[in-house]
């Protein structure tokens, strides 16, 4: 099956700055990754995807890069904030049904 | 829309004992995943429910079993507690199985804490 490997687990920057998550997964046929942000005690909530005929998607202060041929995907967020910190996982849909196959997390912490 | 609910919120059990979670899709989302999610670790997905069909299963053993009903909710159902089952178990919804369209968003419910003592 799948694998996703996601780095780094943690990621400290000072607010304003940018954050930069990265992922790599397995699976050649995978064609969906969304990313999912979960602040602590709640649900995982999802902030963005993209789709394997995608190279890039941006979504206000949020980004996400798709390089196929690496198999390797990026989340990017500008002029971060305090309210930013959370744990964001990273996730792709192999080629099987619709289980999504999640990276291990990186809990992001934005200092004012 | 009411999102993703499950219930309970926490549970307590022993070792040994049987547990069973409940979870009630978005309206209109016809498909079910359940997820457990070990503290520190992303979600890893035990089954995926369809039309009350199960249409996958992950890597979990035989303890573990789910079913779907006519109107979408499911249980999930785990025997024989055993202390490494202790976990925050997601239920997630989507409207149709990936195989009908690639791009099926799955929303998450709050979970349930299980604590296995």
New interface residues.
């Given amino acids: 099956g799948e694998n996703v490997e996601q780095h780094p687990s943690t990621l400290s920057v000072q607010e304003g700055d940018s954050a930069v998550i990265k992922c790599t997964y397995s699976d050649s046929a995978s064609n969906y990754f969304p990313w999912y942000k979960q602040e602590l005690g709640k649900r995982p909530q999802l902030i963005i995807d993209i789709r394997s005929n995608v190279g890039e998607k941006k979504d206000q202060r949020i980004a996400v890069t798709l390089n196929k041929t690496a198999k390797h995907f990026s989340l990017h967020i500008t002029e971060t904030q305090p309210e930013d910190s959370a744990v964001y996982f990273c996730a792709g849909r192999g080629s099987t049904l619709g289980r999504l196959y999640f990276g291990r997390g990186t809990q992001l912490t934005v200092w004012p | 829309d009411a999102g ?1 609910t499950q219930s309970p919120t926490h549970l307590i059990k022993t070792r040994g004992q049987q547990v069973t979670l409940r979870c009630s899709p978005i309206s209109g989302h016809k ?1 079910v ?1 359940w ?1 457990q999610q070990v503290l ?6 035990i089954f ?1 429910y369809y039309e009350k069909e199960e ?2 299963r ?1 890597n979990f053993p035989d303890r573990f079993s789910a079913r779907q009903f006519p109107n979408y909710s499911s249980e999930l159902n785990v025997n024989a507690l055993l202390l490494g089952d202790s976990a925050l178990y ?1 239920c ?1 919804s ?1 409207k149709l ?3 009908e369209t ?10 349930t804490r299980l604590t296995v003592l």
């Fill in positions: 993703v498909s995943s997820y520190g670790q992303g979600p890893q997905f995926q249409r996958g992950g997601l997630a989507s199985l990936a195989g690639s791009y099926n968003e799955q929303f998450f419910g709050p979970g």
